[in-house]
């Protein structure tokens, strides 16, 4: 089973020519947890906070006003559709050396649309993911993102990249090389109640203009 699976990858990634082999690609990733042996950290992608990686300290620089967030989403079967959550936690101050909780959301949930549900390339990219709302960072400080990704029966996939806050002009480019959206790939709104606009909703709405207003609106909530 594990060595279909594994060579089923393989075959993907041959056949597309990808190389690449992580799921946050952009702004990196705290190391390689797609682990199908017994090897560590085997089986660890499904545990919170980071799926098993510990912190690290090679911190990519991400924009003290928000920024890119690029993801491979998929790596395992089971992610014909999946939804994602973008949480950043604060400082070091946590358990082993990174932040004490990752319960900041970015941006609201939403749900992609992949082509199959088995592992499949292709990578999507939000260019301007804004800081958690109602929070402001200073250059250097250390944070970390996490990436939260549900398959359809439900478990969910961790990875996180840790990173130092810098000005947008410090930060590597982005650009259609590493910032861009499969085709194959595509996105739903989560929640389809209707509620009553607030001011931070309407904020991201420039950011995350394509996600649904209800979504947006029921993120304001939380
Ligand atoms: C940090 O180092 C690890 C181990 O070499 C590597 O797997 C990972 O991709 C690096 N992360 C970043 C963001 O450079
Ligand atoms: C498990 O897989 C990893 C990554 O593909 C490889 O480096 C390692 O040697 C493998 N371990 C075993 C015991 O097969
Ligand atoms: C941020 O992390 C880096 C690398 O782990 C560390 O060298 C630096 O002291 C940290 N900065 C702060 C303000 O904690
Ligand atoms: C999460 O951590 C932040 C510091 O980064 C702290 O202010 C906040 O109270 C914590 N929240 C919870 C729910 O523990
Ligand atoms: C952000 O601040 C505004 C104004 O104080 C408040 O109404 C809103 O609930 C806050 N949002 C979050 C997510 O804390
Ligand atoms: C995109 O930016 C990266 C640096 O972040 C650079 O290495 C790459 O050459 C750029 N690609 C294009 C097409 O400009
Ligand atoms: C990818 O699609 C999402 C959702 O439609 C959109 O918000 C984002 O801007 C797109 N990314 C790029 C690089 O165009």
Redesign the pocket.
Known sequence: MVSRFSFLIAAIWMLVGGNAH?VITY??????NLITNETFPYGMQWMYPCGGMPT?T???KWPITGGAIAVQPGWFQGHATAFFYMNLGFGTNGPDGGPPNMSNPMVPVFQIVGPSRNPYPGTFCLPQVPLPANTTVNVGDNATIQVVETAVHGAALFSC?DITFALPEDVAEVNSSNCFNSSTISFNSVFSVAQTATSSATRTLASVSTLSLSALLMWALL
């Open positions: 992580t702004p990196g990733w705290r190391g390689d690290t090679n911190r990519t990249v």
